[in-house]
């Protein structure tokens, strides 16, 4: 199979010549460069085609199978190369597929893996995230602030038993755990995790403003759950 690609170094200078790209003085186009590479192109897909054809005919002789000489029997060759290129190909493709599938849960998992390892050595000493929140704010850095006062949220709730951090828990796994807590104010709660995913996973911008009412929410979160928890004592006692 020959891949010829003169028309279209032809209509590329036909669409340069025109009257759009030729106001005033009449522009001198040079196309040998787009001539060498399309040349390029066109001989490897010929080297790529040449081997596939010489790799099936091997293959068809291997496997005994004849088409004869008739107009019919080439149609029939030409055919079945056809049939078996497009299955070459869909294997490439699924192949490549699964390959970045593979990647990418690998990439997640490495991810994951480190944002446990944080949020465990936050978990120990968490007025570190809060600090870090506190200076990225300060900075203008909206979403890394946000980050670290998530993270602190998290560890303030673990260390208050409205959740338990553990390896390879996800934010969704924290969320269920504070809507059984009877210390978790949800309404406070849930648009933290919702704005993290929005934010730090789906890219999206934060503004000061949110930010700050972020800040206000947190401090009010700690506070209603200490309420509430002394509120337990009590009534145990």
Do not use: C
């Not at 490549?96 to 990439?107: C, N, P, R």
């Not at 560890?155 to 009877?182: D, F, G, H, P, V």
């Amino acid at each position: 199979m020959s891949y010829n690609y003169s028309s279209a170094e032809e209509t590329i200078e036909r669409v340069l010549s025109g009257k759009e790209f030729n106001r005033g003085e009449k522009r001198q186009v040079n196309l040998e460069w787009l001539k060498e590479i399309l040349d390029k192109i066109s001989e490897f897909f010929n080297k790529i085609m040449r081997a596939i054809s010489e790799w099936l005919d091997k293959l068809f002789s291997r496997l005994h199978i004849s088409f004869g000489e008739s107009g019919d029997a080439k149609g029939a060759k030409t055919a079945a190369k056809i049939i078996v290129v497009v299955l070459i190909i869909a294997a490439i493709i699924a192949l490549t597929i699964l390959v970045i599938k593979l990647l990418k849960h690998g990439k997640r998992k490495k991810l994951a893996a480190a944002e446990d390892r944080e949020l465990a050595e936050y978990s120990q000493n968490p007025d570190a995230a809060l600090a870090l929140a506190e200076k990225y704010r300060a900075e203008g850095q909206t979403r890394l602030s946000f980050r670290y006062l998530f993270i602190n949220l998290l560890t303030e709730m673990n260390k208050r038993e409205i959740i338990k951090i553990a390896r390879y828990k996800t934010n969704r796994s924290y969320l269920r755990e504070a809507q059984t807590s009877s210390k978790a104010d949800m309404a406070l709660v849930k648009p933290f995790f919702d704005t993290f995913n929005r934010v730090w996973y789906g890219g999206k911008a934060l503004g000061s403003g949110e930010l700050d009412r972020f800040f206000e929410n947190r401090t009010a979160i700690l506070e209603k759950a200490d309420s509430a928890g002394k509120a337990g004592e009590n009534q145990d006692e």
